[in-house]
């Protein structure tokens, strides 16, 4: 009569995530496509180990579009410096390896992909902490870092 409860849970989730998207910062936003990349290679790896050949297409095809329109797009390469610019790299080799996944369907490239997704997931959520804390209480060292490229809060674009 009014929609299914999934329905209700579904729209529930979906304002859930664009709130905390509003009130994510750069950092936080980082992390949480790193979240959506992970999860869309577990499907895709899920999917594949099934033989479902277009969901896992769709799958991949989400990873790629977060790797490459979330968090390759979201580099700041003007002010990152060589990290960024490594960052760039990185991104497109694991884009390119996904492509190659889903052409051959061959799981061990998806989990070779989960695995530096994860790792610098890891990376970004251990400086979280430095990022929130320089953004707080700005100082002399902090302004420095800002303007030569190693302050981690400067590799992507706000």
Known sequence: MFGSPQSGANAYAKVELETGVIAASPHRLVVMLFDGALIALSTALQLMKEGNIPGK???????????DGGLRASLNK???GDIATNLDALYGYMSNRL???????????????HLLLSDLKSAWEAIGSLVDKSATTPTETNKDASQDGTNPSTLVKA
């Open 78 to 80: 003007e002010v990152g």
């Open 57 to 67: 297409g769709q799958a991949i095809s989400k990873a790629i579009m977060i790797i």
């Open 99 to 113: 492509l190659i996944a889903n052409l051959k369907n061959q799981p061990e490239i998806l989990e070779e992909v």
